[in-house]
């Protein structure tokens, strides 16, 4: 008789436990992120617009308006608002020092 089997689909067993955690996981762990806002949001199909759709759309000579008056843009990465936080920081760091110095005088 070949004993030798159950200890070979032991194996296999845990493998598929050890995949089907690793789904559980990952599931959990893509709720969390939309819940967090973090997790990139689908994509929004849409249609083919025809060249008579295109030619009243606003700023359809391939050239967009600018609009002077918005704020400027957020910066896009988290690296580039980690920057601003740390030069706000500084600054503010910067006026306490020139605050403390001005009243030891």
């Known amino acids: ?11 296999w067993a845990a493998l598929v436990m050890v995949l089907v955690a690793l789904a559980i996981v990952a599931f959990l762990a893509k709720d969390a992120l939309k819940g967090y ?3 990139s949001r689908p994509a929004v ?6 060249p008579a759709e295109r030619a009243r759309a606003p700023g359809a000579g391939g050239v967009e308006a600018l609009d002077l008056g918005s704020a400027p843009a957020a910066p896009a990465s988290a690296l580039e608002r ?5 030069d706000m920081f500084k600054q503010q760091a910067d006026e306490r020092a020139a605050r403390v110095d001005g009243a030891a005088k």
């Not at 008789?1 to 689909?9: K, T």
């Open 1 to 11: 008789m070949n004993l030798r089997a159950p200890a070979h689909q032991r194996g």
């Open 45 to 50: 199909a849409t249609k083919a617009a025809t």
């Open 37 to 39: 806002g973090l997790a």
């Open 82 to 86: 980690a920057r601003g936080v740390e």
